[in-house]
């Protein structure tokens, strides 16, 4: 858990989601601490990505609370969520199909949590274009970008906003060992610029790396929670994954 | 934003505002001609052009279809034909202006928060829903169903007027195109689900552009009333303007502000033609143009152009490019 | 007493354009804006065969429902399933099916106009009062309503007791799922469609032994049946049948104590109630 001194950023309190019969997410806990980055990991179909979503407000919870600094954020609507410094990144790409690099950039840095226009939005774009490794590119179509840089593009656009928190959904996937290398230094920056990050991935080495806990999903719970040599070590985490194929 | 970077226009803008000055100048200079024939159907482009490029303004950056033009139109219509004996006609239709935002803010605001198809629905039978009330109050107040709009503004006047309109809709979706509001809308017609994650509250962009665009149908039904000296619900609310409307702005093209112009001339001339030749089958000709452009010109005619200057690429863009200076 | 009853029974006979148009939208994933004018052309079969032959309007099924059946086979195999083809996603189909449909409402319109004028077409059939609870109520009405009765529970047994019905209903809950488990999605569509609009025109051959219509009549059926389908929840048929008589009923009460002329307010009025309250219908479920 987070040193009791320090500012945490999101807590989940019970937090529940239920699709008709289905029970996505069940009663998680768990708290934040301002500057941490956090491993949610666990097989297929734990409700990682559903944990995501009910942080970032695409979906309402069904029971229990989150709060953004400590103001309960879990009626709040979604654009307005953003507002207030969360910015995440999609697990399957989401691209503006009609608008270049540069803008769909841009899109993330106008309505969010800082707010340019003009020149200053696109000096600041351009920057976030460099920073991602797509330097040059902000005049082409995404539609022309492969699968891999439009993850960065989407990074790009998530980061505009200066996001005090940002949600990571498996980023890292696909990325070959040297885009991984990169990849892992470019979010090892962003937890250095002081953002708290929550990462969704299957990629080991990058938990082991990147992060300060884990938390380990399962149908829906927390199994285990802890450092990600502990949690790994953690006889039921083994369990759970024993006999999936992503383990 | 800084103010002066928001007034200063590039090369290219200049040239474009230029050209829309000219066009609109030499627009303005047809009552001279002394036609009335042509006058008329000037009086018509102008007006399809303003419900056209409106209606383009919500729909194209959105793809959502309103199909409510002549509830608005109607309602502006009605509003000069029975306010008439009470007030001057200039502040006839800025009433109109008013009733039409408010009722377009009252219909987005109930449908527009929850699904495109809803929005769709609604708008579907709105112009049948307000002949019938309108109607049904005349009918409890005792009035009779028709008015008179008699009232003494001349053809070229209307026309003028018009064609005033229809530049203040130019400006006024020039000014959204470069404004946060129009970057947000392009970014809810790609994804609504990242446009709200990237912290654009999607329902209010909606309405306000919803209200913007169906304002102007109010305020041209307003315009055109005196038009008709006699003023019905089947004129009013017809729904073939509504349908008319989504065709000329389709047929040009949803995706520039001008795009619908080059709709509603090439239309508005063939339909003179058509209605004169083919009065008894209006209805079904409208109909198989109206599929003939969604089947095979889906991007309308300014889809064409673009396709067929990226074919020709390199000769035509370098002419623009030196043309307007090297920012095409 | 009597606004019950024939809420009632004029409910009972909407339901069958409702279900008509809930084959089509929750089954084949088009909203048919013209599926008013099958209606209607429906009910125009009914007066030309009723005024042609002097003959039950009841009869007229035998044709009216094969004609429609094909001519919206036709109209999914040769308009609909190219835009399915063409659309990039979900939301494109959407945009092209409703602009298309939109079109076709008008050519349909058309050509009612050209083959049968624009007045107001009725005829008169068991116009007879027939007493229910010691009031009396015209059999027409009767026999229309027991007629949809018959249409909509064959309908319910077979999708719920057959293998045809089954591969519908699974088309209906993930077209993508079904794909995958070997059913043929194109054709299950155009069945579903082709159904649909069968079920629609014989609920305006029903129709018309007590309303009177015009070719232009088409949009507010549309929308009635369109305000029904999202009142009981996409994709359910037993939503659209209870939904079908809330409306049948606000109508009528409508009419009765207001004014006949503002029967589209009334539906408009549950539009209303059920987007601000429960935009996912009354057997809808909650989608998130």
């Known amino acids: 858990m987070p040193s009791a001194t320090a500012t945490v950023a999101l807590r989940a309190e019970g937090v529940s989601k239920r699709f008709g019969g289905l029970v996505a997410v069940d009663g998680m806990s768990f708290a934040l601490a301002e500057n941490e980055v956090l491993g949610l990991i666990g097989p297929n179909g734990s409700g990682k990505t559903t944990m995501l979503n009910l942080i970032s407000g695409a979906t309402k919870p069904s029971g229990g609370a989150i709060r953004l600094y400590e103001h309960d954020i879990s009626a709040t609507p979604a654009s307005e969520i953003a507002r207030r410094g969360v910015a995440r990144t999609f697990q399957i790409v989401r691209m503006l199909p009609s608008l270049t690099v540069l803008e769909n950039v841009s899109a993330g840095g106008v309505f969010g949590h800082s707010r340019r226009w003009g020149r200053d939005l696109e000096d600041h774009a351009r920057d976030l274009l460099r920073r991602v490794g797509l330097q040059g590119a902000g005049d082409a179509s995404v539609s022309a970008l492969t699968y891999i840089d439009q993850k960065r593009v989407e990074l790009a656009r998530a980061l505009a906003s200066d996001p005090k928190v940002l949600l990571l959904d498996e980023w890292l996937a696909g990325l070959n060992p040297t885009e991984l290398r990169t990849g892992i230094a470019l979010i090892e920056q962003l937890r250095a610029e002081g953002r708290t990050i929550i990462i969704v991935e299957h990629v080991m080495d990058a938990i082991r790396s990147l992060c300060d806990r884990c938390i380990v999903m399962n149908s829906g719970a927390k199994i285990a929670e802890g450092t990600p040599r502990e949690v790994l070590a953690d006889p039921e985490v083994i369990r759970a994954y024993l006999g999936d194929a992503d383990a | ?328 | 007493m009597d606004v019950i009853i024939i809420g009632l029974l004029l409910g009972g006979t909407y339901a069958l354009m409702a279900v008509g148009l809930q084959l089509q939208y929750g089954v084949a994933r088009i909203m048919n804006l013209a599926s008013g004018e099958t209606l209607v052309c429906g009910a125009f079969g009914a007066v030309w065969f009723f005024t042609a032959y002097k003959m039950s309007p009841l009869y007229a099924l035998i044709g009216v429902v094969p004609a429609a059946f094909f001519a919206n086979w036709a109209i999914y195999r040769f308009m609909m399933l190219p835009l399915v083809r063409r659309a990039k996603n979900q939301g494109q189909l959407e945009v092209d099916s409703i602009l298309a449909t939109f079109g076709l409402s008008f050519v349909a319109i058309g050509i009612l106009l050209a083959l049968f004028g624009g007045e107001f077409l009725a005829y008169s059939y068991l116009a007879t009062p027939f007493s229910i609870l010691g009031q009396p109520y015209a059999l027409n009405r009767i026999v229309a309503f027991l007629g949809a009765a018959v249409v909509c529970v064959g309908l319910y047994i077979w999708l719920h007791h057959t293998r045809a019905g089954l591969t519908l209903r699974a088309v209906s809950v993930n077209p993508s799922a079904a794909g995958l488990v070997g059913i043929n999605v194109a054709s299950t569509s155009a069945l579903a469609f082709a159904l649909g609009g069968a079920v629609s025109a014989s609920g305006g051959t029903l129709l018309s032994m007590f309303l009177n219509f015009d070719a232009s009549l088409g949009v507010i059926f549309t929308l009635k049946a369109l305000v029904i389908v999202i009142m009981g929840g996409v994709g359910d048929i037993r939503g659209a049948i209870v939904a079908s008589f809330i409306l049948g009923l606000t109508e009528t009460a409508v009419a009765t104590y207001l004014d006949p002329g503002l029967t589209l307010a009334a539906a408009y009025v549950l539009f209303i109630v059920i987007l601000l309250v429960r935009p996912e219908g009354l057997f809808g479920r909650r989608s998130s």
């Not at chain 2, 490019?321 to 920012?327: A, D, E, F, M, S």
């Open chain 2, 1 to 328: 934003m800084n103010l002066p970077a928001a007034i200063a226009l590039s090369h290219r803008e200049q040239i474009k505002l230029l050209a829309g000055v000219l066009i609109f100048g030499a627009a303005a200079l047809l009552p001279f001609f002394n036609t009335t024939y042509w006058l008329s159907i000037g009086i018509s482009i102008a007006m399809f052009t303003v419900l056209a490029t409106s209606w383009a303004l919500f729909s194209g950056p959105t793809n959502y279809i309103a199909l409510s033009t002549a509830a608005f139109f109607g309602i502006g219509m009605y509003i000069v034909g029975g306010g008439l004996p009470y007030l001057p006609f200039p502040a006839l239709v800025l009433v109109a202006a008013l009733a039409g935002a408010l009722f377009s803010a009252v219909v987005g605001l109930a449908t527009l928060r929850i699904s495109g198809v809803y929005f769709v629905i609604f708008t579907l039978g709105l112009a049948e829903l307000v002949r019938q009330v309108v109607a049904w109050a005349q009918h409890v107040m005792g009035t009779s169903s028709g008015l008179y709009v008699l009232i003494g503004i001349s053809d070229q006047a209307m026309y003028w007027l018009l064609l005033g309109l229809a530049a203040l809709v130019f400006l006024v979706g020039w000014a959204i195109g470069r404004s946060r509001l129009g970057f947000a809308l392009r970014i809810i017609g790609n994804d609504e689900v990242v446009a709200v994650h990237s912290g654009i509250n999607t329902a209010r962009a909606k309405v306000v552009l919803f209200v913007i665009s169906s304002t102007f149908a109010a305020m041209t039904g307003a315009l055109v009333a005196p038009r008709w000296s006699y003023v019905e619900p089947s004129i009013a609310f017809s729904p073939f303007l509504s349908f008319e409307v989504v065709i000329m702005a389709l047929l040009g093209g949803v995706h520039r502000l001008w795009g619908p112009l080059v709709g509603v001339i090439p239309f508005t001339l063939l339909w003179e033609f058509i209605s004169a030749k083919f009065p008894s089958q209006t209805t079904l000709l409208l109909g198989a143009c109206f599929l003939l452009i969604v089947y095979f010109i889906p991007r309308g005619v300014v889809g064409l152009i673009e396709d067929f200057t990226r074919e020709r690429g390199g000769a035509i863009r370098d002419l623009l490019k030196r043309w307007t200076g090297g920012h095409a």
